[in-house]
């Protein structure tokens, strides 16, 4: 049972250039999110879906994009990557079938050079 | 905005003493969550605290919800160097998959 499977684990991207960090789930999850996590300020929201078809923003949104084209799968995008989003991003998902457990993924290392 | 402020960020101590971390918030929460996070890891849930007033043991760790849920604490009861690591409180509300996480607690314990 792999639970949530974030690639790549790290990258290093130039300033401008745009990445998709993937997110994959095999728990039948209705709701994935995206989070990411700065020294000292824990983990903050960026997007979360509570289904296929359905996002909303969450609290640092802005400089990416996310769909949720099925169930299993809730990527992210960088569309024009600046040194502000260097950090460590997080994919989780959670579902009644688990509970509401939220399961996090290892993390994708991201640094904006 | 819903937030939550945890503390302390930093707590150095010896093995065998015992500690609290705080999380407060002036919101209501539907649940109260705590993770340890290893280096390297995503968060590893420890507990979820629903009923306000609500104790929960885990072993040398005690977890308190808040009678009006809008707070909670963690005590570690003779703290070990496996404790090591970092603690986060999250805060759920209605709407399912979402979290406010408080800003972390950095725990070293020395042997």
């Known amino acids: 049972n792999a639970g949530v499977t974030q690639t790549p684990k790290f990258q290093v991207l130039k300033t401008g250039q745009s990445m998709t960090l993937q997110c994959a789930q095999d728990?039948?999850?209705?709701?994935m999110s995206w989070y990411r996590q700065d020294p000292g300020m824990g983990l903050r929201l960026i997007h979360y879906?509570?289904?296929?078809?359905?996002?909303d923003q969450g609290e640092v949104p802005n400089g990416y994009n996310v769909s949720r084209s099925t169930t299993e799968d809730f990527p992210l995008r960088l569309l024009s990557a600046a040194p502000s989003q260097t950090s460590v991003y997080f994919c989780?998902?959670?579902?009644?079938?688990?509970?509401?457990?939220?399961?996090f993924g290892e993390g994708s290392w991201l640094t904006v050079v | 905005t819903q937030l939550l402020e945890q503390s302390p960020q930093f707590l150095s101590i010896q093995e065998g003493e015992n500690l609290t971390v705080y999380c407060n918030s002036s919101?209501?929460?539907?649940?109260l969550q705590w993770y340890r996070q290893e280096p390297g890891e995503g968060p590893v849930l420890l507990v979820t605290?629903?009923?306000?007033?609500e104790v929960k043991k885990l072993k040398r760790l005690t977890f308190q919800f808040g009678d009006a849920r809008k707070d909670s604490s963690l005590h570690i009861t003779a703290a070990q160097p496996g404790d090591t690591g970092l603690y986060l409180c999250?805060?759920?509300?209605?709407?399912?998959?979402?979290?406010?996480f408080g800003q972390g607690t950095e725990l070293s314990v020395k042997p």
């Open positions: 605290v629903v009923t306000g007033g």
């Open positions: 999250a805060g759920a509300g209605n709407q399912g998959g979402k979290l406010i």
């Open positions: 728990m039948n999850h209705e709701y």
């Open positions: 919101s209501v929460f539907s649940s």
């Open positions: 989780a998902s959670s579902g009644w079938r688990s509970g509401n457990t939220i399961y």
């Open positions: 879906s509570v289904g296929a078809g359905i996002t």
